[in-house]
């Protein structure tokens, strides 16, 4: 089946803008990650959407990161007025949720989407 | 809060030599783990994951990994590494806790894989 898909793979911006980054989890799965990977660093957490739940925000770096989730599948990650410090390497995972199993912790991630600020 | 522990920024390893892995984990409880795989410009992998029962476990690519509660450790083994193996290497701790099942990730070891 089709996994996790990130869009665009590559996303080059000038800083101060506005950027968009959009992921399509797996179909069925309601949990769903955003996570941040700075060039030579492991997986910062960004937040967090887990079934119906108020979102886990805990990781958003700043107010210039948000983060939605439509209809319970399709997420994006908003960067407000980019800085170069955002460049990054943005994964997003999915994972089922609610079955009570513990598949419920395996995250199954997509390619990623390489954000450059210029 | 948990914590993950990789000692090893960079290994390097020659084609069919053994590979070991660290991992070291921070965790109130019994943690649930995992190893993921990360090959150059590709998202992560699952490789292998300990929940309970028996505390070697087997994953994909021909690796395994041991979970010692004692040593709080869950390093990850290879007894012949492939130059196919080249790639960052995650391990990651979940709390064993139904609802919260955010998973915290260690900064990663890169293996270089030599002729």
């Known amino acids: 089946g089709a996994g996790v898909s990130q869009s665009p793979s590559n996303k080059v911006t000038e800083k101060g803008k506005d950027v968009e980054l959009r992921c399509d989890p797996i179909s069925g799965h309601t949990a769903l990650y955003w996570y941040r990977q700075s060039l030579g660093q492991g997986l910062e957490f960004l937040i967090y959407f887990q079934g119906n739940s108020a979102p886990d925000k805990s990781g958003l770096p700043s107010d210039r990161f948000s983060a939605e989730r439509t209809g319970g599948s399709v997420s994006t990650l908003t960067i407000q007025r980019t800085q170069q410090e955002d460049s990054a390497v943005y994964l997003c995972?999915?994972?089922?949720f609610g079955t009570g199993a513990v598949k419920d912790y395996e995250q199954y991630f997509g390619p990623g989407t390489r954000l450059t600020v210029t | 809060a948990q914590s993950v522990t990789q000692p090893d920024i960079h290994i390097t390893v020659s084609e069919g030599a053994s590979l070991e892995l660290r991992c070291n984990y921070s965790?109130?409880?019994?943690?649930?783990l995992f190893w993921y795989v990360q090959s150059p410009g590709q998202g992560l992998q699952l490789l292998l994951k300990y929940f309970s029962g028996d505390t070697l476990v087997q994953g994909i690519k021909g690796f395994e990994a041991e979970f010692k509660r004692s040593q709080s450790s869950f390093n990850l083994r290879k007894p012949s590494v492939h130059w196919s193996d080249a790639a960052e290497y995650f391990c990651a701790v979940g709390a064993a806790n139904f609802g919260n099942e955010k998973l915290t990730f260690g900064t990663g070891t890169r293996l270089t894989i030599i002729p």
């Open positions: 995972a999915s994972s089922p």
């Open positions: 965790y109130g409880a019994t943690p649930y």
